[in-house]
Each structure stands twice: as C-alpha cells, then as structure tokens.
C-alpha cells in the first residue's frame, strides 16, 4: 500500500527522523537502513519485508511517499510523526 503526505520538513530530516523511527519506535517490527539517496531511503525489516521512503519538493512543503507489503500500519505511525504541510488534512 502506498502513503503518501506533506510536511514542512526539509527532505533530508524526514529521512534522518525515519532512520531512527524504523529502528527504534517499533521494537517488534524494526526495519534497518539498505539503501539510500537524497530522495529515497529503503529498509529492510522483518523476514526480509522492504520499506520504501522517498521525498519530493512540492509547493508548499515536501511529499513523503511510503510503502510496503507488510509495515503499513508501522508506516501510518512514522507519518503521524511528521508535521502537516498548510492545507494538508
């Protein structure tokens, strides 16, 4: 399943922050650092289940897109974290 929203976050602290929420928030679904760039950050975490994070520039903040087979409801925590961008619901 995909998610998606906009923070007021720059790019680079929603990868940092999802780093550390991956690793540490969710003790029984922790998911580490694979691979990364300055848009995107994969995770590998239980039974070898993917994560997918990548950021983009918009308007009025910067679109966080998520996704995975099995961590959804750990993904919907991490975005609950993140500051809404104006005119987000």
Known sequence: MMHEMTTTLSGEE???RAKTFFAERVPQYSAFPETEGP???TFRGQG???IAVAVFAEKNG???RATSMLHDQTIGRFLSTLPRAEGES
Do not use: N
Request: proline share 0%.
């Open 14 to 16: 929603v990868l940092a």
């Open 48 to 50: 070898g289940e993917e």
């Open 62 to 64: 910067v679109k966080v």
């Open 39 to 41: 848009s995107y950050a």
